[in-house]
């Protein structure tokens, strides 16, 4: 850790990515209001939501032009996913584009059908969080939708194909979780072979850890709107709640880690795009940091809503379920702090 | 977005090296040894030293004894600065923001030698704000001011009033009416600290640092001195304020620390930094290195999380996260050292500088001055999350306990 390293500390978005917030949250407002989240329940997946999305060219923005994408960096797709998390889509708008992307890297001739397919939303795919081992079966995000998964098998990238996406199991997310027995998937595809496998695999993870990162913000913001409105309106005692401290500071408390964790989330986004190899522990900490504002933020946003707030039939319920189900898809925090404290100590030599 | 390394061209390049050149003869081990010792937040060499090249406030004008530094100049110093020691830089960012009032309201001929001998570090200001009773609300402020013609008595006393004792002025806060609703009966006054009936005690926190508690007894003080209309001391003190709040502060060039408590963080990164080339120099009872146990692994990498939090987090906002995070990361990153953890630097056995000792020491102060977390939290809750103002007795209090009719 270089601390007087003369380095710019700007987080101003540029204008186009600006404009990419403001689509895609005018975007999710309009096609997904909570009943569409509800009703999409318990599998988390709506085909209608999804064309839409595709048409937005979201599966698209994110791959390099020369396999028929425009490009974008991890930023904008952060911002989108910033949007996406806010609306809790029931989408697998991260799984799919950070497959996509990895697969595209890759850039093997035999991959060429089933990008297309992932460019125009038709072949969803997904991303095996765990090396894969012969013999045992993994828990994957997306995998109840996905008709692909890239998994990492020894030292090899693996393009696993299926007819039939498995059966989603229910969970806490309401995300589209399925258990993926690799050694019966009908099709595999070595998609790249020892360093450059690890480097591909590596790199989906990490830009995985961003977006999850981005769409625990906007979630535990949705959150705490809804309960600075609850409170603005609920009296005891003759006084409004959200005047009294024991409310109102830990109310704060959360928009103060929401507005660090999109900065942490925004810059790790930048690192990746511009300079991946200075800061590579910074996806980390954006996905620690971000789990960590999520379940506060939630559970907080829940609580303040009092009995009302454990109720199903409140929104909020919506988001404390997710903050969990979704932050775990990307790993215990605790490994991750590990990982980053190695390279704090490696960075000490 | 940006941030990426700024390439400095041959000039700025030549101005970074003088800098750093300039300050290692500068910051002898004498002076960090008596900033030690003393906790001063000033050191009268390296004042004077900076002022005499104009760096002490390079952003001001040449012509106000500055540099006519741009913002990557300043930002330059500024870590060059850090690279150094930023305690004994505490009283020229207590100065600089009555510098501002002074430069604002006092008539010129009286501003200009004052703005000057701050410029050449010749003299340095404190923050006459807090008082005994009452810490963050300063507009409670009783200190009384009395005018009687051209001149002013001031009877009372002042607490926190950090670096009193180094100053030559004291920017305070004074009551000129009583019967007025608090925040209107509030006058201010650059006091010359060694006007007869002022009387500087030292207060010791174990932060190291020392502050002050003064005392007023019939103080005179003429009408040159005071600084805005009479009662009409809050205007006065909002600019500083907001400044000290950081609120409308413009960042897009990136050169500036988008939080309030980065420096809270680099106090933290020390630490952060001594444990782990502690822990990669130190074998464990089980004789394997501290560097591959899983607790120091996890929870270096939990404090690096959170001194992320501290300088990503912008604002008022940044200096309650910094805080938060210096408290509790000092603690648990103390806890690993074990009992020499504990050992300040120069004792034996201590480890690395004491930063970790120090870290721990030092964050309890955070909390507090410059306004306490729960001052910025109403700060938070209000303009950022639009909550409603609480209405407590005291917030608009008269103080003489009765309304003017």
Redesign the interface.
Known sequence: ?D????????????EI?QEVLVAFGDFFRDQCPTSVVRASEPLGFDQNLWDRLVEMGTTTMGLPESAGGDGAGV?ELALVAEEFGRAVAPVPYIEHVVTSRALAAAATPALDQVLAGAADGSHIVALASYPIQPGSKQLVPAGAVAKSVLGLAGDDLILYTVEQSPALVRNQGHTPLAWWDFDSAGSRIVVATGANAHAIFKRAHDERMVLMASALVGMTESALALT?EF??TRETMG??I????GV??P???I???I???R??A??AA??LD??PDQRP??PA?AM??SA?TATHGTTNAAHFQGGLGFTLEADVSLYFLRSKGWSALAGDP?A??????????A??? | MDFALIDLDEEHRALQLEIREYLTELFTPDVFAQEHEFGDGFNKKVYEGLGARGWLYPELPATQGGADFTPLQQRIMDLELDRQDARIMMMRGTSSLPMSAVRKYMPSDMAEPILKACAQGQAVMCLGYSEPDGGSDIANAKVRAVQDGDMWTINGSKMWTTGAHVSTYTFLVTRTDPDAPKHKGITMFLVPLDTPGVTIQGIRTFSGERTNIVYYEDVQIHDRYRIGGVNDGWSVLHGPLDAEHSIGVDMSDGLTDLSIGAGFCKVLAGSIVEVAEWANKTTGPDGRSMAEDTRVRERLGAALVEYEAGINTPGPMGRVRASDALVKQSAILQDLLGPAGLLPMDEEGSIGNGDTEYAHRFAQGTGTYGGTVEVFRTIIAQHVLGLPKASYPGSKVFLAGKKKS
Not at chain 1, 4 to 13: A, G, S, V, W
Not at chain 1, 242 to 245: A, F, H, I, M, W
């Open positions: 850790m601390l007087h390293e003369l380095r710019r500390q700007d987080y101003t978005l540029e990515s930023i600075v409170t603005k006084v409004l959200s005047t009294l401290q109102a500071f109310l704060t408390d928009a103060t880690n507005a660090g964790a900065n942490i925004r810059k930048w690192f511009n300079e522990e910074l900490i620690v940091y960590q605790s991750h702090l590990v990982d980053i404290g190695d390279h704090v100590l960075s000490a030599k």
